[in-house]
């Protein structure tokens, strides 16, 4: 089925600990996001990557890392896990004239 | 500040009813408006609106822009249980960044 794949579904993580998110997306779109959300916050965008080759900081980058890896990937890094970085990561794909794609999220808790 | 606000931030109504859902957005270089529907996992989409006064329709639900006012409502009628979930309104700008509110919330009752 077309559409955007993430990994893991769930995740939990000891405070210091690092992983990486992966997404991935076969629809052809040149855009890429990381977005969390947080109860009554909606959704935050983390990083984003307009085409592939290019990577830029959204509303709440801090103590994320992304990549770009090809038009189809983007990963979501996470170099020392943090308790305020529990929260569901939404990885999304577009094109410009069209609206977003979802991955189905994925839940971390950092304990 | 770019910035999208949702109203009400939630709702509750009897199976049949009719709802409307607010999004008041200010997005510099705005591109469009979209509506998602949230249950329990990924927000799946809706409508995407460009341009004022066309009213965007898909089986019960339909959606309007008003980009001189700022705004757009989706209405819902004859509102049916599987209705219910948040509903996101998010605003884009010519650059691909897309604004989103937090949501209402709707609740529909049997």
């Known amino acids: 089925n077309a559409g955007v794949t993430q990994t893991p579904k769930f995740q939990v993580l000891k405070t210091g600990q690092s992983m990486t998110l992966q997404c991935a997306q076969d629809?052809?779109?040149?855009?890429m996001y990381w977005y969390r959300q947080d109860p009554g916050m909606g959704l935050r965008l983390i990083y984003y990557?307009?085409?592939?080759?290019?990577?830029d900081k959204g509303e709440v980058p801090n103590g994320y890392n992304v990549s770009r890896l090809n038009k189809r990937e983007f990963s979501l890094r996470l170099e020392s896990a943090a308790p305020s970085q529990t929260s569901v990561y939404f990885c999304?794909?577009?094109?410009?004239?069209?609206?977003?794609?979802f991955g189905s999220g994925t839940r971390l808790t950092v304990v | 500040e770019d910035k999208v606000v949702q109203s009400p931030l939630s709702l509750v109504v009897h199976e049949g009813d009719t709802v409307t859902l607010n999004c008041s957005y200010e997005?510099?270089?705005?591109?469009?408006l979209l509506w998602y529907k949230q249950e329990k996992k990924a927000p799946t989409f809706l409508f995407m609106l460009?341009?004022?006064?066309i009213e965007k329709k898909s089986g019960r639900l339909s959606s309007i822009l008003d980009k001189k006012e700022l705004f757009s409502i989706l209405n819902i009628t004859a509102t049916q249980t599987g209705d219910s979930a948040v509903y996101l309104c998010?605003?884009?700008?010519?650059?691909?960044?897309?604004?989103f509110g937090t949501g209402t919330s709707l609740t529909v009752i049997p």
């Open positions: 997005v510099t270089n705005f591109r469009s």
């Open positions: 999304a794909s577009s094109e410009v004239f069209y609206g977003y794609t």
């Open positions: 629809m052809n779109h040149n855009s």
């Open positions: 990557s307009a085409s592939e080759g290019t990577t």
């Open positions: 998010a605003g884009s700008n010519t650059g691909n960044q897309f604004y």
């Open positions: 460009t341009s004022s006064g």
